[in-house]
């Protein structure tokens, strides 16, 4: 876990820094730390974006103390598990890591909704959307069950085209990270959830 610590160490230090008390928090991989427009997309939820590159669900457990102490948010948004698929983990061993995660936002933040955003189907991983179909249906199943304040906002569907393969507008070259197009199809899932869910617009 060694190479997230730079990362890690400016997530510590944001807090102070921003104009407001922070009541959403964004918490997961490089698709969240990179939404460049986060702060004005979602201006009224007083987001704080707490995402590091490279991140695996595995990590967001294992550094999940160190950057979510100074917070008490009023929503919690993950994005988390797509890396892990693609360092080789199966979906059973991604859905313990969820497991993980939930456990630890339960502990930490009791009452406080959470929503993962379901792994989305990226034009480089395309190949491994099989294992990113079951890993989405094992979260969303596992979150149905629960008796928890959790949420589980499907995007995997919402980017695809017409022919059934990821939207190629929402991708930067690389076929992994999102366009702005791509974080506009999120921004509109995101307040639409907010807005049904939790009454808020």
Known sequence: MIWYENDVKKLEALKGTLPYTPETIFYGSSSIRLWEDMYDDLQPFHPVNLGFGGSTLAACVWFFDRIMEPYNPRHIVCYAGENDLGDGRTPEE?????????????KRFPAVP???????????RWNLQQQVRYTNLLIREEIEKSKT??????????????????AK???????????????????EALLQHFA?????S
């Open 196 to 200: 049904s869910v939790f009454k808020i």
């Open 94 to 106: 991604v859905y313990i890591f969820f497991r993980q995660l939930q456990l630890c936002l339960q």
């Open 149 to 166: 304040p959790f949420y589980f906002l499907n995007i995997f569907d919402r980017m695809l085209d017409d022919s059934g393969q990821p």
């Open 169 to 187: 507008e929402l991708y930067e070259a690389d076929g992994l990270h999102l366009t702005r197009k791509g974080y506009l199809i999120w921004k």
């Open 114 to 124: 959470v929503t993962y955003i379901s792994i989305k189907p990226s034009i480089a």
